[in-house]
């Protein structure tokens, strides 16, 4: 089953769809004829790495099950202005009555690809991973994290059951109660589910070699700088996965990765991409 026929997806593209047709198409169905038969373009208005079509597809057939849409651009292929990405043919009203929704996915959508290839581009011939967070639009996580894969890029946690983090005010809740972080992560230990990874959020090197001596699977570095982050990594490479965080911007990326770092997360990627620039066009 494609990611644009789960029924996660299914439902989304159902509200969004009632979002915009609420009262009908009031200025469709007072202009344009329903028998009306024509054909429309998608095309690429800038230039970057396609991620959507599938779904904007499944949109159009939301609508109209009978127009018949042909993909002439796959996800993950880059494209410059006036890239055809694909055709719509049927009735010009549903073609219409569609066209915002599947644009506004298939930009959103694009631009997280696009931007996510900015950085795994930046870093290329290091070992390191650039990773998205949970800073995701509300009812779009699934589709999103779907683009940042599409652009390179990895995805850390999907939910708050996909992995244990251990961020600042966890810490600070629990040194409240007089905890260590060796004490909180052997608690954790004793509570959790053994196949869960354990992840603690550190603001500098004594911590990181604190959490990766209480047997932490990875050691988030946030907001460190570069110095703080090159010893961190020096002082635990090998004892657990280490991630940098906070505020890394593409300028700086490929710095943060010469550090030693595995992962890079980049809130970012979802929280501030912008949208590819790709419009529909009636023949």
Do not use: C, W
């Given at each position: ?98 066209e915002r929704v599947a ?87 004793q509570k959790a589910s ?90």
């Amino acid at each position: 089953m494609g990611l644009s026929n789960t029924p996660q997806v299914k439902q989304f593209i159902a509200q969004a769809m009632a979002e915009d047709l609420v009262q009908g198409d009031v200025t469709t169905e007072a202009l344009i004829p329903k028998t009306q038969q024509g054909r429309a373009s998608i095309v690429a208005k800038a230039s970057g790495i396609i991620a959507g079509v599938e779904v904007a597809k499944q949109v159009f057939l939301k609508v109209d099950p009978e127009l018949k849409l042909a993909i002439l651009i796959e996800d993950g292929t880059e494209v410059k202005p006036g890239d055809i990405v694909a055709k719509i043919e049927g009735r010009v009203a549903s073609i219409l009555k569609a066209e915002r929704v599947a644009l506004n996915l298939l930009q959103r959508l694009s631009g997280i690809a696009s931007e996510t290839n900015h950085y795994v581009q930046a870093v290329k011939g290091l070992p390191v991973q650039i990773t998205d967070t949970r800073k995701t639009t509300p009812g779009l996580r699934t589709l999103e994290k779907y683009a940042v894969r599409v652009g390179g890029g990895k995805n850390h946690r999907m939910h708050l059951g996909d992995g244990i983090l251990i961020k600042d005010n966890h810490l600070a809740a629990l040194r409240h109660q007089g905890l260590s972080i060796k004490e909180i992560v052997t608690k954790t230990r004793q509570k959790a589910s053994p196949k869960l990874k354990i992840e603690v959020e550190v603001k500098t090197p004594r911590e990181a070699v604190e959490a990766a001596g209480a047997g932490a699977d990875i050691i988030m570095l946030d907001n460190m700088g570069l110095e703080d982050m090159r010893q961190a990594a020096q002082l635990i490479k090998g004892r657990a996965l280490i991630e940098a965080s906070g505020g890394i911007t593409l300028d700086k990326v490929r710095a943060v990765a010469e550090t030693g770092v595995d992962l890079i997360s980049i809130g970012a990627l979802t929280h501030s991409a912008k949208a590819l620039d790709i419009s529909l066009e009636l023949d």
